[in-house]
């Protein structure tokens, strides 16, 4: 059974930062790849960034780009999001997915999603 949870959501001013986890539990992520991805009410759940778990390819939507910063520590099985300059158009909830290779960043391409984690953005 897999499982992604996620952590680290909150309220932030505008500028500010915060750093979202997911922990990934139920079974060998090393093939698989890592996405975040955030629904923003009465809005589609859209593609925020995706990662290999060997770290070899990131991919950004071009919204986040040169602000938010995917990564992956393989020994906790772990992925983050730190989100930085953040304005009050990032405030969605944010989930974590996972799906096996290939590598893609189309949401139906995900198998498995976490519960979602609110981040929201005041001005």
């Known amino acids: 059974q897999v499982q992604l949870v996620e952590s680290g959501g909150g309220l932030v001013q505008a500028g500010g930062s915060l750093r979202l986890s997911c922990a990934a539990s139920g079974r060998t992520f090393s093939s698989y790849v890592m996405g975040w991805f955030r629904q923003a009410p009465g809005k589609e759940r859209d593609f925020v960034a995706a990662i290999t778990w060997n770290g070899g390819r990131t991919d950004y939507a071009d919204s986040v780009k040169g602000r938010f910063t995917i990564s992956g520590d393989n020994a906790k099985n772990t992925v983050y999001l730190q989100m930085s300059s953040l304005q009050p158009e990032d405030t969605a909830v944010y989930y974590c997915?996972?799906?096996?290779?290939?590598?893609?960043?189309?949401?139906?391409?995900?198998?498995?999603w976490g519960q979602g984690t609110q981040v929201t953005v005041s001005s």
């Open positions: 997915a996972a799906k096996a290779s290939p590598y893609g960043t189309i949401r139906r391409s995900y198998n498995y």
